[in-house]
């Protein structure tokens, strides 16, 4: 048995118990992590500098080293997201729906755990600990497999983990990462079916694509962050490029960044010189279609593949459209179904936008940036489901659940003349 099997098979067990300790010990076991990690800062700061160097020796983008990078107001952060994870009401073994058949037999559908979740993600440690977070709070054994490039930041972690779980009372075993950092780990992990119930790989398209490729379990994708923001004809121009500027610029690494600004042809003329001045004081740059390039002055041309590209960058296409379907027609061939906005002052466009875009976070007058488990009042994020099935949009703790039927009968029986 490989060291990854023995992992997969410790982290079953782990989960049969997890799912029977009461929410007050899955939630003290949090309190007690996110102290540890607090009282870690200075260990974890150390790992992390560390982490950083050798991603700048290799010529990492900004974007990238910035969702890396740890400080002491984001290791707050990580620290008090696992306390407000812990905060929030049990999802185990809530109601969902019950209801009583004629034969007397009453049946109710259950919340229960998933089981064992792998979790494959690059960059951000920030994402161990609410990864750690929402899989003990919702009763499931997790195994991280955290990118190579944080791996010192992690390995601190894991040690708090190792740690404090059973301190908690809770088996070691309920959070595992895997330390070697080599990409065999992806595909060894990949391979546990049976073992590991469902897996959530976390990063570039061509992670997700080796774990579709090569998962014998159910895959929960988190793919592309191709965000759009459409600048309707009746759009407050104000509030239209306050949203943008938040949408692009407030953080342009992460996956609810917007990629692409779509402009109706109407107002293109007015708007995209004003919407062009901000950005340029923001230091984007823009690549335009052919009717957008002259109102926007310094402006790059586009190409067909600037509108599939996810920069992750100060890098912004822009596009004039000639109509709300336009828009919805571009944004549903070209996106990536994460999250996209319309800024309008008409109902009835904003209800056309929000049904036509078939993704995962549908805005109207707002930022794309809202995409996330802690906006959403989730207290964190797994990642941001673009599939259809089981979980779409930001995965919190209900999204970490399954469930089942639990039937109470009073001596019914399927034939009863046949036993007569």
Known sequence: MSAIQACAEAARTAARQLALFPNSVRSEALRRIAQAVREASGTLLAANREDVRLSEEKGRPAAFLD????????????????????????????????????????????????????FIYESRATVTCDAAALCLKSGNAVILRGGSESLGSNLVLADIFERELPAAG???????????????????LCACGGLVDVIIPRGGKGLVSTVVEHAKMPVLKHMDGICHTYVDETADFAKAIDIADDAKTQRPGVCNAMETLLVHRNIAADFLPRMAARLAARGVEIRACAESLPLMPGSLPAT???WRTEYEDLILSVKTVGSLQEAIDHINRYGSHHSDAIITENAEHADAFQRG?????????????FSDGEEYGFGAEIGIGTDKLHARGPMGLRELTSYQYRVTGSGQVKDPARLA
């Open 357 to 369: 875009v078939d993704s995962a976070c549908v805005y109207h007058n707002c930022s794309t940036r």
């Open 170 to 188: 809770l088996p070691a075993a309920s959070v595992q990462l895997l330390r070697s950092g080599s990409r065999d780990e992806v595909l060894e």
């Open 67 to 118: 969702r890396l990078r740890l400080t002491p107001e984001r290791i707050e952060q990580m620290a008090a997201g696992m306390e407000k994870v812990a905060s929030l009401p049990d999802p185990l073994g809530e109601t969902i729906a019950e209801w009583t058949r004629p034969n007397g037999l009453r049946i109710r559908q259950v919340r229960v755990p998933i089981g064992v979740i792998g």
């Open 304 to 306: 067909e593949e600037d």
